[in-house]
């Protein structure tokens, strides 16, 4: 019976998760003006996710009427800097960024971890990124948040591990095929969570 006990709390404490930081809003006057949403840094091993969750932050403050630079731009002028990947932003000045793009405030944003796992009968997904909004006139951030979303668990059914493998090689051919990622509501769920926090348009 408490073998029973210990196993339900550890299937507990694996189920669905997910943690955050309060959002930080270091400039409490300020008010959106046109916003650039620059390419993500990725410090994950998923080289493509950087792509998703700025399409995906894109989206989201569009559908929530901010007024935006659009992508294809910020990817021309920045590669007039140089600047092809997140990555290489610290090598440029708000004031050259400034001078690129037209805009009143840059979006900066950073995968700290995504990740999949598929161990036998355990199943994991996590996906965790950090956003800061920097004014384009100041160069002070004004904003900053950190969010994550996960999900694990234990199946000891036989059939719902072949199944849950089978999902997760369905996600894979989704991926290639509908231009979609397998942590896509983990990715929806962090971004639009960070989104409700940054002050209306």
């Known amino acids: 019976m408490?073998?029973?006990?210990?196993?339900?709390?550890?299937?507990?404490?694996?189920?669905?998760?997910?943690?955050?930081?309060k959002p930080k809003f270091l400039?409490?006057?300020?008010?959106?003006?046109?916003?650039?949403?620059?390419?993500?840094?990725?410090e994950s091993v998923d080289v493509s996710v950087e792509k998703f969750a700025r399409a995906l932050m894109y989206r989201t403050l569009r559908n929530k009427k901010?007024?935006?630079?659009?992508?294809?731009?910020?990817?021309?002028?920045?590669n007039e800097l140089g600047i092809t990947e997140g990555g290489?932003?610290?090598?440029?000045?708000?004031v050259e960024l400034r001078e690129k793009i037209d805009a009143d405030a840059f979006l900066y944003g950073d995968i700290i971890e995504?990740?999949?796992?598929?161990?036998g009968i355990y199943f994991e997904k996590k996906f965790k990124a950090a956003f800061r909004i920097v004014d384009a006139y100041s160069g002070n951030t004004v904003w900053e948040d950190e969010r994550e979303s996960s999900?694990?668990?234990l199946v000891f059914n036989p059939d719902t591990v072949i199944e849950t493998a089978a999902d997760e090689v369905a996600d894979?051919?989704?991926?290639?095929?509908?231009?979609?990622?397998?942590?896509?509501?983990?990715?929806?769920?962090?971004?639009?969570?960070?989104?409700?926090?940054?002050p209306k348009p």
């Not at 901010?66 to 920045?78: A, K, P, S």
Request: with cysteine; charged share 20%.
């Open 172 to 198: 894979d051919l989704v991926m290639k095929s509908l231009d979609s990622h397998p942590l896509i509501k983990h990715m929806e769920k962090v971004v639009q969570t960070s989104v409700r926090s940054i």
């Open 151 to 153: 999900e694990s668990r």
């Open 114 to 119: 995504a990740k999949r796992v598929l161990l």
């Open 27 to 42: 400039d409490p006057g300020w008010t959106p003006g046109r916003i650039a949403v620059l390419p993500f840094t990725n």
């Open 88 to 94: 290489q932003l610290p090598t440029v000045t708000i």
């Open 66 to 78: 901010y007024d935006l630079v659009d992508l294809n731009e910020i990817d021309m002028r920045l």
């Open 2 to 21: 408490r073998k029973m006990v210990c196993m339900g709390s550890l299937i507990a404490l694996l189920l669905l998760a997910g943690c955050a930081t």
